[in-house]
Each structure stands twice: as C-alpha cells, then as structure tokens.
T-cell receptor
Framework: QKEVEQDPGPLSVPEGAIVSLNCTYS??????FMWYRQYSRKGPELLMYTYSSGNKEDGRFTAQVDKSSKYISLFIRDSQPSDSATYLCAIGHSNYQLIWGAGTKLIIKP | ETGVTQSPTHLIKTRGQQVTLRCSSQ?????VSWYQQALGQGPQFIFQYYREEENGRGNFPPRFSGLQFPNYSSELNVNALELDDSALYLCASSFSSEQYFGPGTRLTVT
C-alpha cells in the first residue's frame, strides 16, 4: 500500500460544477497537508495548506482534512476551464519532506 | 511566474554519463529543494540545501548530489545515469514555509 493514494483520473466535469478531489494516507503521524496545482510544462504551484483537521477556505477553494479517517479533500466551486490542470496532494512531517500523490488530472469542459 | 528558473529545459543523455542541472532561486530565498517527477507520478523529494549545507535527504542513492552557492543558486549532479533516471527534475526555493517551484528540466536517458 502506498503511503499516499490519489485517483489519477482524468476527472471531466462541466463548467460551473463543484469538483471534489481526494487523497487517503496511511501514516497517522503526518501533520502537513498540502494541495498543489500543476499545469502542463510547469512546476507545481501551492494552492492551500493546513496543519489540522477541519476546513480551510480560500476563495473558490476549500481544503478539508479528516485525520481520524486519514482522508483529505479539495473542493473547487464554480469551476472554470482555467482550472483544468493536474492536482497533487502532498502530505508529510514537514513542508518539504512530503509524500506526494500521483495527481488527479482535472478537465473542465466549457 | 515564480521567479525560480532552471536550465536546461530539456536534456538527452546516454546511460552511464553524468549530468548537471541548474537552478536559480527566487530573490531572498535561502533554501532550495530538488525533486524528481516521473511521468504520471507526483514529485519525490531528493534533498534540500539551506545556506549551502545539505539539510535533509530523501531515498536517493549517493550518485545524486548537490551544491548550493553563496548566491543561493544550486546544482543537482547525477552520476552513472540509469534509464530510470528519465524524469522531470524540479527545484523549489523557499524562505519560510511556502515553496516556489521552477518549471523543471526534462531529462531523458537513452
């Protein structure tokens, strides 16, 4: 079993839909939970991070962490074609020694 | 754009050769991390440098080595290249908790 599991997709939804992206992890000691977005031919870009259970909201994005279930989610409201990218979760003991998911490719259809 | 630049953009090498990849950090960032991202996978942490000293290392063999210079630019060196070293190599610079990634160097080993 991988330490961090993420469905690779692709996930295709119509413009304006709510998108739910998820990761599960196995190590209950992990304390850093991050979501990155990666466009083609670019490096990952940090979207959101949290160190605790619960929800964190930033504009159209909401990150949710459930430590008891070892499950994290990223919700995107009012999805736009420009949101089409690969979304990577990264989980670990510090902000750089992270275990990364394989990434979910998201396609927003106009 | 993050201000982190990497060179070269693409590189083709033969198995057994050596390669040096370069990264120029964002201004004011004293920490640089290197990652390997295989096709369809998330990045894997190689190592981190803080003020010219190695500050952490992932599960990579010693033939992966690095340097950070006084101006905080850095190099990743890989000796005795293997076919499995073919990947996107990313560097990320940081000053505190958030990392800023460069666009990566695509290395192909034949």
């Amino acid at each position: 079993q991988k330490e961090v599991e993420q469905d690779p997709g692709p996930l295709s939804v119509p413009e304006g839909a709510i998108v739910s992206l998820n990761c599960t992890y196995s190590n209950s000691a992990f304390q850093y939970f991050m979501w990155y977005r990666q466009y083609s031919r670019k490096g990952p870009e940090l979207l959101m991070y949290t160190y605790s259970s619960g929800n964190k909201e930033d504009g159209r994005f909401t990150a949710q962490v459930d430590k008891s279930s070892k499950y994290i989610s990223l919700f995107i409201r009012d999805s736009q074609p420009s949101d089409s990218a690969t979304y990577l979760c990264a989980i670990g003991h510090s902000n750089y020694q992270l275990i990364w998911g394989a990434g979910t490719k998201l396609i927003i259809k106009p | 754009e993050t201000g982190v630049t990497q060179s070269p953009t693409h590189l083709i090498k033969t198995r057994g050769q050596q390669v040096t990849l370069r990264c120029s950090s964002q201004s004011g960032h004293n920490t640089v991390s290197w990652y390997q991202q295989a096709l369809g996978q998330g990045p894997q942490f190689i190592f981190q440098y803080y003020r010219e000293e190695e500050n952490g290392r992932g599960n990579f063999p010693p033939r992966f080595s690095g340097l950070q210079f006084p101006n905080y630019s850095s190099e990743l060196n890989v000796n005795a290249l293997e076919l499995d070293d073919s990947a996107l190599y990313l560097c990320a610079s940081s000053f505190s908790s958030e990392q800023y990634f460069g666009p990566g160097t695509r290395l192909t080993v034949t």
